[in-house]
């Protein structure tokens, strides 16, 4: 019997965290090499990358950057090639990229909707088939993470919310998960999915610039919104073997947000 620091351990594994340059997808990133796994972080833009790359070194994480763009098709092969070359095998997937757009429902942009879901959702459909046929499946073992939102879990409340394709590409992706856990587990694959609520990112300063941190702490049970270490302990879960009978399951991290 293991102890709950061996099952914990990420030592000699690897792992492929796409939207790994900053935000959460670096905190994720982080948390898996801080348990010994070489990562590989994809983003779009190479200065991100670097600076993501000098920030995990200097915390003793072993890990590499592929530029990629995963709005477009042919990304996923290239990301998954030089993600293969660079670790010869895929033990982790986490499914981090994505965007949102905000406009009323009855004024949103078609191209604005197409954007949202290719990269939200279709992103994550070829990158997870290509790791799966061309690592996972031949392996028969794999931990794939995808990142959903509370959003996925619920309509907006009145107010400046206005993101339809958001909500409804993230409760696509935790019915993605649901059904490929169904057909992957046979493989030794766990799929599994992450909620966050509001995190303090890129994608959302607009929103925390305009309503303020405080107002938004007024509806979370916890009285706080997410920081810098709040995904590291259900990434760790669902990568390691401390998950290994979790599979098929959306965890909300909202400070309760969710549960009321």
């Known amino acids: 019997m293991r102890t709950t620091q061996e099952l914990f351990s990420l030592v000699g594994k690897t792992a492929l965290v796409t939207g790994g ?10 948390a898996l090499g ?11 833009k190479q200065a991100d990358l670097d600076e993501a790359l000098a920030f995990l070194a200097e915390r003793k994480v072993s890990a590499y950057a592929v530029a990629v763009d995963l709005s477009k098709d042919e990304a996923a092969t290239q990301l998954v090639d030089a993600a293969l070359e660079r670790l010869g095998h895929i033990d982790i997937l986490i499914n981090n990229a994505g965007a949102s757009w905000g406009a009323p429902a009855e004024d ?14 279709r992103s994550i459909f070829q990158v997870s088939q290509a790791v799966g046929k061309r690592s996972m499946i031949p392996r028969q073992s794999g931990r794939i993470i ?10 907006n409340p009145p107010g400046p919310m206005k993101t339809i394709a958001y909500n409804t590409s993230k409760a696509a992706v935790i019915n993605f998960t649901r059904t490929l856990a169904g057909e992957w587990g046979a493989y030794g694959i766990n799929v599994n999915a992450i909620a966050p609520g509001f995190f303090p990112s890129k994608m959302t300063k607009g929103l925390l610039d305009k309503i303020g941190v405080d107002e938004l702490k007024k509806d979370v049970p916890l009285r706080r919104i997410g920081d ?3 995904l590291k302990g259900v990434t760790l879960l669902f990568a390691s073997d401390a998950g290994k009978h979790i599979t098929g399951q959306t965890l909300a991290v909202d400070g309760g947000v969710s549960a009321v």
Do not use: C, F, H
């Open 34 to 44: 801080e348990q010994g796994a070489t990562v590989v972080i994809a983003a779009r």
């Open 228 to 230: 810098d270490e709040d």
């Open 146 to 155: 995808n990142i959903a939102s509370i959003a996925g879990l619920a309509g």
């Open 21 to 30: 340059s900053r935000g959460l997808g670096l905190q994720m990133a982080l």
């Open 108 to 121: 949103y942009p078609l191209e604005a909707w197409d954007k949202v879901m290719n990269l939200n959702i």
